[in-house]
């Protein structure tokens, strides 16, 4: 069998798009799968869409998410250059190869006729097709306007009727109308190829077996095919993939601050997370796990487990994932990635980080939601007392005073020295049971005083462990204050 060949072939935006990812990484998974190579080609010939510094994000977004390349522009390969701009002389002669083939042909229409064409076509209510006027030009008269350096252009002579069928790995045999079929231009006036042309030709060359895309080159597709085929040349396997949709009607994109890798990042999910939860945007394992590391997902993804309908990005799902993700950290990463976070908001010297991310840890969907909950170390947060109506707790405002009253002098009868987490439960749970009480008709109570709000990371006895006795003992009084008004 073709040794296999993968290719993954962004255009340098300055950002790596969600879909784009998806892109690179079941292309990724099927040079993997099949023990072949994954191939890095930066298609940069669009001048105008250039952006500064923009391919260092294609490498690092690639790196960071594991997608090692086999061969690509920084470290080279057989089949180089792998910057579609460094190859810009090859292209020419290929054209040329198809016009001896009698599959393309020279056009000398100038800008001047072709507009007038549009124009017209445009007020008959048509859409703009080129005419294949120079399509029958003669030879003779072709080489002395060729002589006389007449400006030109390459077009592709596409079959006049008949159809053409191309397969695809996801939606099967489609079959077009040739007739439907303009004759593209494959060279331009500047003897640069038209991307149409160069992604056909570049894919050939570097040994492309399967080409993984977007679908909305789904329509380009049958140009393609009749190139390949105008060669001689062995079509590869073509998966075109659905889009990744915001909603029904919406695509994910840039200007929302939604479609791109950094922004999932900033937002505070893993790396790996969002490489789990892309596989599965649009690919349905068989099975129902769903927390996929990147080696297994080389052993399970299967191109015939792809959709044929738009995949809608859910967050909610995403989040559950980077949860489950987080759960599995180390204590030691967690603390890494967590702490400037909680860092955020709770500066205090003296915290014990280390407890305070035990605390978080299972606690915790993304980074970002970190900061929001940890805000009530450094200052109780203003409250109101309606926080002590805890219906699950059975406690109200009338308890709730009863019991702060109650912990207030057990607390003030620690020794500074002896408060920790065991000595403040020890002396709640005798309280507790010398009341015999539910243990909520005080910890709930405790846990609102110390830090003003509804819910925290670990309970009052955790809390109060952190932020020392005289913190804790002015946050019960203060809490006594409030509900005596
Ligand atoms: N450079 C193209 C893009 O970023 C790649 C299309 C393809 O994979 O053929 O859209």
Known sequence: MKRVRTRFAPSPTGYMHIGNLRTALFTYLIAKQNDGDFILRIEDTDRERFVEGATDVIYSTLKQCGLDWDEGPDIGGPVGPYVQSERMGNFKKYAEELVEKGQAYYCFCTKERLDSLKADLEAQGKTYSYDRHCRCLSCE?????????????????????????????????????????????????????????ANVVDDHLMGITHVVRGN????????????????????????????????????????????????????????????????????????????????????????????????????????????????????????????????????????????????????????????????????????????????????????????????????????????????????????????????????????VAVSGKPMTPGGGIEIAALIGKTDTIERVKKGIELLSR
């Open 216 to 447: 909305e080159y789904l329509s380009s597709a049958p140009k393609y095919d009749l190139l390949y085929k105008a060669f001689g040349w062995e079509v590869p396997t073509y998966i075109h993939v659905e889009h990744i949709m915001k909603d029904k009607q919406h695509k994910l994109s840039k200007r929302d601050g939604d479609a791109s890798f950094q922004d999932l990042i900033d937002k505070g999910y893993l790396t790996e997370a969002v490489v789990n939860y892309i596989a599965l945007l649009g690919w349905a394992p068989k099975g129902e796990q769903e927390i996929y590391s990147l080696s297994e997902l080389i052993k399970e993804f299967d191109i015939h487990g792809l959709s044929k309908s738009p995949a809608i990005f859910d967050p909610l799902k995403l989040k559950a994932i980077n949860a489950k993700y987080i759960k599995a950290l180390t204590p030691e990463k967690f603390e890494e990635y967590a702490t400037p976070y909680i860092r955020q908001s709770a500066k205090r010297e003296d915290l014990d980080i280390t407890r305070i991310c035990e605390l978080l840890k299972d606690r915790t969907e993304v980074f970002t939601d970190i900061p929001e909950k940890v805000d009530f170390f450094d200052a109780l947060p203003e409250y109101g007392t309606e926080l002590y109506v805890q219906k699950k707790s059975k406690t109200n405002e009338e308890i709730a005073l009863d019991s702060l009253g109650r912990i207030l002098p057990v607390l003030e009868g620690i020794d500074e020295n002896d408060w920790n987490e065991q000595n403040i439960h020890d002396k709640l749970f005798e309280l507790i049971a010398s009341l015999e009480v539910k243990n909520a008709i005080i910890l709930s109570p405790f846990r």
């Open 141 to 197: 008269e072709v080489r002395a306007r060729l002589d006389a350096g007449e400006p030109y252009v390459i077009r592709q002579k596409m079959p006049l009727d008949g159809e053409v069928t191309f397969h695809d790995e996801l939606y099967g045999d489609i079959t077009v109308e040739c007739s439907e079929l303009e004759d593209q231009i494959l060279i331009k006036t500047d003897g640069f190829p038209t991307y149409n042309f």
